[in-house]
């Protein structure tokens, strides 16, 4: 049993890295994940945790220093949000190559333009092609479990590869709930410490990361990379069955809320899967079977027990918090792909909903099984909610 | 200090920190100069390299030319790569992980440093992190073909911006990197040049020393961009340092120092004659921007010489 504290999404990312402990934290602000990196750097000042934290000048210098400091041989964190994840991309890009498994916070947030500080999911979207391991979370008990989880997940042998925790920006980041932490020394355990296996510190052992690689060798880095990448669901099985021991949770790859007998299920991220519990049981209780899949492991996909899980379903509305203009909108297109196997295909809805921060109301959801279950659907052209006319 | 032979022992004696076998260029300064500077340091050293001619040629990639930890990551953040290092190396030590000290090495080439790589360069710098960063200045982006840096002297034609019937080449004077990291305070600032190999070495064992963070810049003639036979590269340096094109001086705790005061100064066509990026100085019509290039390199000249004097601190 752990302790209940009452406190935001970005304070039990820092409550999770309190734990951990890392070699080195590197930090540069970004609303909404500033409080993140500020709570982290009062547990440093008041020598609750002795990890040597970098105030780097960027973000790209703080993608660069974690990269540095992890090659070294240190367990190396950061966070950031929207502008901050755009601007250090390059780095972002280049971290799973090296097979640096650094955990990152993300607290999503519009990009710019217009300038927006608020949610979505356009951050995110925006780098899910280049090799971190992606995992959501629903609120701030699920931010402070799954960056443990992805610790152990990122640093494994068979994967080294970096993982981002994301979490809505305000939404989750700067609203206060109850979250049950976990013993100290339990949770410490369960972490570990890095190995220095192959850190550049180790001076009687030189070598040299990051070489240039041409056409006859890079093929085969980037083949390895896909490699490690599709060996992470069984890891992430393992180590979730490792963290249950400790959190009496399960930790599947996505969620699934009353879609057993459901006629019509809503697919969403992160925050609004709660709003969308809340419209489940207010259509349920008008007698309709609807039910959600809300996704947690986004990369590596799981499109085989996606598939499984959605095989019985005749209708699937696919809620998104960013556009992937002139194209599907990221979420639908995995699920359009991974229910293509099927015998039997659902019919399929797109929607567009709550973008630069506007607010999805359950009865907005409850208007969109009405739509789902009414066969009044358009499968090639996105539906927006809460739109102005 | 060491003589020049046991220096040439220390470079490519077995225990070189860099090795035969790389790409470089023929007639290319940098192996002389990387291997003095490496060879100035009395414990093991990282690298970190920017991308660029260095990391280019001595990597590809099955083979590695280093012989001492070595890492690249992008063009403009290898200060801020050194940070993580440090910062790592920090951690590794309290925690007992590791033992034993190290220098932290990063380099880049003048596009690395004074352009892309300028504000990761200055916010390492004022955070004091204790690593020597390196820039082999050959004025310009000579690994991928002479394209215009922040380096690029006044007057020299580039692919970006070349000479041509209404251009000189290069309108703008170059930024003064030794002083702008300087002005940050750090304990040492040295400007060197590859010919002078005992002036290198000194300045890279007070960087490495240095009780925070050092910058050396050097000087590094570009056989293949600047167009001279490959036999005459340490002729190019020692004649920039000659014309007062390239000073030898350091800055140490804020102290201005000149290394070297030729006690002739050579005119700048001794300098320009016979590279290609300047041949069209010489020119009818161009004489003008050799004229204003020699009074520029002495004023700046002038200037160095009463900051020294002043005794002022940066």
């Avoid at chain 1, 990269?67 to 755009?86: I, K, N, P, Y």
């Avoid at chain 1, 259509?283 to 809300?294: D, E, H, N, S, T």
């Avoid at chain 2, 020597?132 to 004025?139: I, Q, S």
């Amino acid at each position: 049993m752990g302790v209940k504290k009452a406190i935001t999404g970005a304070q039990a990312a820092a409550e999770a890295m309190r734990q951990i402990n890392p070699d080195v934290v590197v930090a540069y602000p970004i609303t909404p994940q500033t409080p993140i990196v500020e709570q982290f750097a009062k547990y440093v000042a008041d020598g609750i945790v002795d990890t040597e934290m970098v105030p780097v000048e960027s973000e790209h210098s703080a993608m660069s220093a974690a990269v540095g400091a992890e090659t070294a041989g240190a367990r190396a964190m950061s966070a950031t949000s929207s502008q901050g994840l755009a601007l250090m991309w390059e780095v972002v890009a280049a971290t799973p190559g090296l097979r640096l498994p650094i955990v990152m916070s993300l607290v999503n947030r519009a990009l710019s333009a217009p300038i927006n500080i608020h949610c979505d999911h356009s951050d995110v979207m925006g780098v899910t092609t280049v090799g971190w391991i992606q995992i959501f979370s629903e609120n701030a008990q699920e931010v402070y479990e799954n960056t443990l989880l992805a610790i152990r997940v990122a640093e494994d042998k068979r994967i080294q590869l970096p993982a981002m925790v994301n979490q809505d920006g305000f939404i989750t980041s700067h609203a206060v709930e109850p979250v049950e932490i976990f013993d100290d020394a339990l949770v410490r355990k369960f972490v570990g410490v890095r190995s220095l296996d192959r850190a550049l510190l180790d001076v009687e052992h030189p070598r040299s990361v990051g070489p240039l690689v041409l056409p006859d060798y890079y093929f085969e880095f980037k083949r390895a990379q896909e490699e490690a990448m599709s060996k992470v669901f069984e890891v992430y099985r393992e180590v979730g069955t490792e963290l249950s021991a400790i959190t009496g949770k399960q930790y599947p790859f996505f969620e699934t809320y009353r879609t057993d007998d459901a006629e019509a299920v809503v697919v969403v991220l992160n925050s609004a899967a709660g709003t969308a519990k809340a419209a489940v049981d207010a259509v349920r209780a008008q007698g309709k079977k609807v039910g959600m899949l809300k996704p947690i492991l986004f990369r590596p996909f799981p499109y085989t027990e996606v598939r499984d899980a959605l095989r019985h379903v005749p209708v699937v509305g696919v809620l998104d918090r960013s556009m992937d203009f002139g194209a599907y909108a990221p979420v639908y297109s995995e699920f359009r792909n991974a229910l293509w196997e099927l015998d039997k295909r659902p019919s399929m809805q797109s929607y567009i909903y709550g973008l630069g921060g506007r607010d999805i109301m359950t009865t907005e959801i409850e208007a969109v099984f009405e739509e789902l279950l009414s066969g009044e659907l358009d499968p090639e052209h996105q539906r927006y909610i809460g739109l102005r006319g | 200090m060491p003589t020049l032979q046991e220096i040439a022992l220390k470079t490519d004696g077995v225990d070189a920190r860099i090795v035969s076998g790389h790409r470089m260029c023929s007639g290319c300064g940098i192996g002389p100069l990387i291997k003095t500077v490496l060879a100035a340091s009395d414990k093991p050293v990282i690298v970190i390299s920017a991308t660029g001619c260095l990391e280019v040629v001595t990597t590809i990639y099955p083979f590695t030319a280093w012989n001492t930890p070595w890492m690249h990551v992008t063009f403009e953040n290898a200060a801020s790569v050194a940070s993580g290092v440090e910062a790592a190396y920090k951690a590794l030590k309290r925690r007992g992980k590791i033992d034993g000290d190290v220098n932290i090495l990063a380099v880049g080439g003048d596009g690395g440093t004074y352009d892309i790589g300028f504000q990761a360069l200055s916010g390492a710098l004022e955070r004091r992190h204790k690593f020597m960063y390196l820039v082999y200045d050959n004025e310009g982006y000579m690994n991928t073909g002479n394209q215009r840096s922040g380096a690029t002297p006044f007057g020299a034609s580039t692919t970006t911006v070349p000479a041509g019937k209404v251009s000189f080449g290069k309108p703008q004077w170059r930024k003064n990197l030794v002083e702008i990291a300087a002005a940050h305070r750090i304990p040492y600032v040295g400007q060197a040049a590859v010919h002078n190999t005992l002036d290198l070495y000194k300045k890279a064992q007070k960087g490495f020393n240095a009780d925070g963070p050092a910058v050396l810049a050097v000087l590094q003639p570009c056989t293949t961009n600047w167009s001279f036979d490959p036999a005459l590269t340490m002729q190019y340096s020692k004649l920039a340092v000659e014309t007062n094109f390239w000073p030898l001086y350091e800055i140490e705790n804020g102290f201005v120092h000149i290394s070297t005061k030729p006690s002739n100064r050579k005119p700048i066509e001794e300098f320009l004659k016979g590279q290609t990026r300047f041949r069209h100085l010489f020119k009818p019509g161009n004489e003008h921007v050799i004229v204003e290039m020699q009074k520029m390199i002495d004023d700046e000249w002038a200037r160095l010489l009463k900051l020294e004097e002043s005794g002022i601190q940066f």
